[in-house]
T-cell receptor, first 116, second 109 residues
Framework: DVKVTQSSRYLVKRTGEKVFLECVQD?????MFWYRQDPGLGLRLIYF???????EKGDIPEGYSVSREKKERFSLILESASTNQTSMYLC???????????????FGPGTRLLVL | GQNIDQPTEMTATEGAIVQINCTYQ??????LFWYQQHAGEAPTFLSY??LDGLEEKGRFSSFLSRSKGYSYLLLKELQMKDSASYLC??????????WGAGTKLIIKP
């Protein structure tokens, strides 16, 4: 079974703090993704990575950065947290062969971040 | 723009059948996914359709019509544990997933 883990289930941070969210997958997947999920909205892609040290902006990258130093680990960084970044953050990974069911994404349990 | 539409909420009775619809307008099409998400948990994969027709997997079936930009998820013999949100997502021509907002399914005894 694919296992995607995230460093925290719940986080409370103050405005202006730097926040690190860690994600690790154990199935040697090529692709990793960071989403945020807010009520009434679909999952919105923040950043994704198709390879080590590679990153691509998603739909809403502003205020975020990422790091992928190792294949299994993908970190999301909030450089200076703001209240509008209060959300559920979901990490996902996929095997990486385009256009096949291997693109199925497997999700971590999520981190619910509250910025005060 | 790219758009996925699905109903916000549906209610059904335990033991019954429910159909959750999804319509989409995307830049290209490389498959449609359905995910289940229980409250407070991560989405989990249910089905993948890339060709027209019905795919059956136990109590769950998923249908696709590419010409109509339409899919549905059919859940039979509903159980209380099926209470969850069901997310429709389409992979576009750039192999990016476009997500619907999800349909919250409430099962009543």
């Amino acid at each position: 079974d694919v296992k995607v883990t995230q460093s925290s289930r719940y986080l409370v941070k103050r405005t202006g703090e730097k926040v690190f969210l860690e994600c690790v997958q154990d199935m040697d997947h090529e692709n990793m993704f960071w989403y945020r999920q807010d009520p009434g909205l679909g999952l919105r892609l923040i950043y994704f990575s198709y390879d080590v040290k590679m990153k691509e902006k998603g739909d809403i990258p502003e205020g975020y950065s990422v790091s992928r130093e190792k294949k299994e680990r993908f970190s999301l960084i909030l450089e200076s947290a703001s209240t509008n970044q209060t959300s559920m953050y979901l990490c996902a990974s996929s095997l990486g062969f385009q256009g096949t069911p291997a693109e199925t994404q497997y999700f971590g349990p999520g981190t619910r971040l509250l910025v005060l | 723009g790219q758009n996925i539409d699905q109903p916000t909420e549906m209610t059904a009775t335990e033991g019954a059948i429910v159909q959750i619809n999804c319509t989409y307008q995307t830049s290209g099409f490389n498959g449609l996914f359905w995910y289940q998400q229980h409250a407070g948990e991560a989405p989990t994969f249910l089905s993948y359709n890339v060709l027209d027709g019905l795919e059956e997997k136990g109590r769950f079936s998923s249908f696709l019509s590419r010409s109509k930009g339409y899919s549905y998820l059919l859940l039979k013999e509903l159980q209380m544990k099926d209470s969850a949100s069901y997310l429709c997502a389409v992979m576009d021509s750039n192999y990016q997933l476009i997500w619907g907002a999800g349909t919250k399914l409430i099962i009543k005894p």
